[in-house]
């Protein structure tokens, strides 16, 4: 009897606390089943109605909008559907089949299960063949592996993610971008949370101006997409402002900023998200709430003008609801209820392929039960006398993606050299420098700016008529620094038929087939000793990061080098970014053989310059021949002079013809400091600086060949005086066949 007791109170306790909870909830709407349904059922056919009407046209006016005042309605008796509905139609079974909180291997899963290569397009199509490759979301939607992430596609398949979130922008916004990263990255991603945002606030905000500064807030500030609707927004409050709306005035403002003259190259085509976006915003704020002047200006103002006209007609169809949409429209008679799933086999019937049934009224119904578990989920409640109320929770206070805003400039050796007042520049084997084209502005690769995913950026390109067997991007500092690394941030991969897996389609360009790092030191590319390459090259991943290390090595320059990919051969880049330092320390900053003569015939001075006083004695320096041996430096006069640096070693004795090795020691060669010398010959890291050379007679080109070069170089002096040529072989002081029978013996010669 006590153990009931017990019990008894504690239920009594908990009714309590749970009427107390209830009681201090802020709810901040409430919405009746009847009122969500009717709303969810004026979306659906609203969306429906949008994007009938504008299919005719889709994607036929971009430069300019359609000429004529209105297009003609098509209302049907069967709706077929397409993808501005019917991946809704999918999530929608994915969310009743695996819940609110579903994974992205549900989501695989479903799609795998009801998606073909029917009715599916650009970045969706991509996402489809990805997870048919192993592929998981985000994954499918990124930037590194969909080659179409910047399209429209997810803001066309999730708005009704916002629908049944009545009231709740952050459920909205979050369940939005978990979609929308199946098949897009960044800013589209926002315009797809923007459109569930102001799909959410439209249950309970009639004002559309109010939407879309609400829907503003839910989206980053640093976003492509937050830029071009407030631009929408800021040009219709000047354009209301002056008394007279003129949608088109406004659509070529839009059109010149972001397709145009103004755009920076930034356009894709028009199933872009960007230029929709605008042109969408543009159809709400225009429309004022009325649904044919929304869905029709949506439709005039063109580029992907089915989805435009199917988003802005589903959010005044929230608005008004099913009841509220014009009855012309609605009328039974032309309008009818029936859904048709043309291309998602096994829906809603799992035993039948296609095509399957639906109706609208039906899809209203399912939309309201999983909206109303929403709204439970999301700490809201029922009514406790009339369960067909609900109590919406606040939701004003919202947690966007995070901000990816600008760099003010470069990073790495390039900013340090510039806070230094050490000019850097930007050079390229296909270079331009167009401030107005991301394409072909080679100063964007030192701008800092490596993520484009937000801010819409486009990569540089070495597109070309005539493109190098070499590609390569070289960044140029005034004076000399030192180097120990460089990260290449690689662009996108150009497609060649946007259509099939991009696997499969070879790709006119945008990737490197090899690369590797030169520094251009004394005049001359050199490879870095110790050269790895962290990241291996994969054209199938776009945007990669790849980093080197090398031994530190001084130079005026460094550069990626190598062959570029794809149809037309070029290749693609976001950033190049260079580590190291600008103090160099004590280096060998220049190297004479002959005093400078290119000639090999004979050497008997060999001259290497410090960039700065260095405390050096003969006895540091070793010198040997691969097959001479070891060079006795009694015989090497040695002079180092402190006020130029230069260091002059002279052959007292002929050396023989035989590649050398001059090796300094770096750790008892110092500067005033005490510290050591540089070790970058870019031969080995071994503590000696390397310095090669050789001598073969006959070589007066320097080219370690004996060749018809030379023989011409002889026969040009035959029987006159040497002229400092190397070719004296007897210093008889005449060229004569002495000389030649030493040439002809090293004929085809050499090392």
Not at 165 to 183: C, E, Y
Not at 357 to 370: C, G, V
Not at 404 to 412: M, R, T
């Amino acid at each position: 009897m006590l153990f009931w007791r017990s019990k008894a109170t504690l239920l009594a306790i908990l009714l309590i606390t749970t009427i107390i909870t209830l009681t201090n909830l802020k709810a901040a709407n409430t919405i009746s089943t009847k009122t969500l349904e009717d709303k969810l059922h004026g979306m659906w056919l609203g969306q429906l109605i949008g994007n009938a009407a504008g299919r005719p046209y889709e994607g036929g006016y971009q430069w300019g909008p359609i000429p004529d005042p209105c297009v003609p309605w098509v209302i049907k008796l069967e709706w077929d559907a397409d993808d501005d509905t019917d991946i809704e139609y999918i999530a929608m079974h994915i969310i009743e089949a695996n819940g609110l909180d579903c994974n992205y291997v549900d989501i695989a899963n479903q799609w795998q299960e009801h998606i073909t290569t029917s009715g599916i397009y650009v970045s969706n199509k991509q996402a489809w063949h990805l997870m048919g490759d192993g592929f998981l979301p985000p994954q499918t939607g990124s930037r590194a592996y969909n080659e179409h992430w910047y399209s429209i596609d997810s803001q066309i398949t999730t708005e009704f993610l916002g629908a049944i979130s009545p009231g709740m922008p952050q459920t909205a916004i979050n369940l939005a971008g978990k979609f929308a990263h199946v098949s897009n990255d960044g800013f589209p991603v926002h315009a797809a949370q923007l459109y569930a945002s102001m799909y959410a606030y439209a249950f309970f905000e009639p004002n559309v101006v109010n939407l879309v500064n609400a829907g503003l807030k839910t989206i980053p500030l640093s976003s492509r997409t937050h830029e071009v609707a407030k631009d929408v927004l800021d040009w219709y409050t000047e354009d209301a402002n002056d008394g007279t709306l003129d949608w088109r005035g406004t659509r070529l403002k839009l059109r010149d900023k972001y397709f145009g003259t103004d755009s920076f190259g930034r356009y894709y085509f028009w199933i872009e998200s960007t230029v929709n976006t605008g042109a969408t915003i543009l159809a709400i704020l225009y429309g004022q709430g009325d649904f044919k002047q929304t869905a029709q200006i949506g439709v005039l103002a063109g580029w992907d003008n089915d989805c435009n006209p199917a988003h802005a007609a589903g959010l005044i169809g929230i608005i008004n609801g099913y009841s509220g949409l014009p009855p012309d429209l609605t009328d039974p008679n032309i309008c009818g209820d029936v859904y048709k799933n043309v291309y998602r086999p096994y829906l809603p019937d799992h035993d039948i392929y296609l095509p399957q049934y639906d109706t609208i009224t039906n899809i209203a119904s399912r939309l309201t039960d999983i909206a109303k578990q929403n709204i439970i989920n999301n700490s809201g409640w029922q009514d406790a006398n009339d369960p067909n109320f609900y109590y919406i929770p606040d939701q004003n206070s919202i947690i966007t993606e995070p901000e990816k805003p600008d760099p003010n400039g470069p990073g790495g050796l390039v900013a340090d050299a510039i806070n230094a007042s050490i000019a850097v520049t930007a050079s390229a084997a296909v270079e331009t420098h167009d401030p107005d084209n991301d394409r072909y502005n080679l100063d964007a690769i030192i701008d800092g700016i490596k993520d484009n995913s937000y801010n819409g950026h486009r990569p540089y390109w070495s597109f070309s008529a005539t493109p190098p067997v070499k590609d390569w991007y070289q960044l140029n500092f005034a004076k000399p620094v030192k180097f120990s690394g460089i990260t290449f941030y690689e662009g996108d991969r150009v497609w060649g038929n946007g259509y099939i897996y991009y696997k499969n389609d070879i790709g006119r360009g945008g990737f490197f087939e090899d690369l590797s790092v030169q520094i251009l030191k004394d005049g001359k590319y050199v490879t870095p000793a110790n050269l790895q390459m962290l990241t291996p090259l994969d054209q199938y991943i776009m945007y990669q990061q790849i980093d080197f290390t090398f031994a530190p090595t001084v130079g005026d320059a460094i550069r990626i080098i190598g062959r570029p990919g794809g149809t037309l051969n070029y290749t693609t880049i976001m950033e190049l970014e260079a580590q190291g330092d600008i103090s160099t320390g004590l280096y060998v900053e220049s190297v004479n053989i002959n005093d400078g003569q290119p000639y090999r015939s004979k050497v008997d001075k060999v001259q290497f310059k410090f960039n700065r006083f260095a405390n050096i004695v003969k006895e540091n320096i070793d010198i040997s021949g691969i097959d001479s041996g070891i060079i006795d430096m009694n015989e090497v006069s040695f002079e180092y002079n402190s006020s130029t640096h230069w260091t002059t070693l002279t052959f007292t004795q002929p050396l023989q013809d035989d590649r050398y090795e001059l090796k300094l020691d770096c750790a008892d060669i110092t500067d005033a400091n005490g510290l050591g010398l540089l070790d970058d010959d870019a031969i080995d890291l071994d503590g000696l600086y390397s310095i090669e050379f050789h001598q073969l007679f006959g070589d007066s080109d320097g080219s370690m060949l004996i060749d018809f070069g030379d023989i011409s170089a002889f026969a040009f002096l035959w029987l006159d005086v040497p002229q400092d040529s190397g070719l004296d072989k007897n210093n008889d002081n005449i060229i004569n066949l002495y000389d030649l029978s030493a040439v002809v013996k090293n004929w085809l010669r050499g090392f």
